[in-house]
């Protein structure tokens, strides 16, 4: 199942992408895709209720505001440095235990809105990643279980201030958190529709691609990152997990390289469809 959401920000919808027949509005379902959704069973009751009612779905405009394709979570537990590459690029070295670090649920926007430069912004930076989200309550679990509690997955882009992330003070949440600095979707395919552990993921800027691998390359895998996250905080229904980016960042180019207004980035997940931004300036 396909699930995505759409309309204005802050009175988004639920729908549901099907084969055959496209974009279906599921309002009549009642439930947004949050925590309490994803915590009742809401994925095979959503399923149950498009198979009795299809009249009730109706097709969605395609003039549609493609919207983020989760409700907004309780929290983003995103992974830095869990590409060999990319820790290496960054003049890092790659980490022998995942490392781990915070984006505020305020940067998540829809797909293909704008990216806003954050005030007194040089260095806005991409980093296309794999996102999964959390299918129930995750605490203390092992790694031989840890893909019973996944929903789906998602495509997501981890924009980065590389001078708040590292140069003002420490702590890499500064960086990570400004407005419409996570971009959700086009939509959230559920695990059991995909295999999402070798996938190719690529992202170009301006048309030039600049980051091209592959999800096997994770140094922690997705299971191993359930694991260990939830043995340090619990994960609720609709949680975002971000796995980390692959090499290809503009930090990581001689001479660095950062967005301005009017770049375009482009990137997509095999599976998980494919986003776009335009950078515009800070307000
Ligand atoms: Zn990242």
Known sequence: MKLFRFGPAGAEKPGLVVDGVGLVSVAAFGEDYGEAFFGSNGLARLARF????????????????????IARPSKIVAVGLNYRDHALETGGTVPTEPVLFMKATTAIC??????QLPRGS????????????????????????AM????????????????FQKERGGQFVKGKSADTFAPIGPFLVTANAIDASDVRLWLKVNGELCQDSRTSSLIFSVPEL????????????????????????????????????????????DGLGEARQTVSASD
């Open 50 to 69: 498009y198979a009795e009612h299809p009249d009730l779905c109706p097709r969605v405009g395609a003039d549609a505001r493609i919207a983020p394709a």
């Open 110 to 115: 829809g797909p293909y809105d704008d990216l």
């Open 226 to 269: 359930i694991a260990y996250i939830s043995g340090f905080m619990t994960l609720l229904p609709g949680d975002l997990i971000s796995t980390g980016t692959p090499a290809g960042v503009g930090l990581g180019r001689k001479p660095p390289r950062f967005l301005k207004p009017n770049d375009v980035v482009e990137y997509g997940i």
């Open 122 to 145: 040089l260095k806005t930076d991409w980093e296309v990643e794999l996102g999964v989200v959390i299918g129930k309550t995750a605490r203390y679990v092992a790694r031989e279980q």
């Open 148 to 163: 019973d509690y996944v929903a789906g997955f998602v495509l997501l882009n981890d924009y980065s201030e590389r001078e």
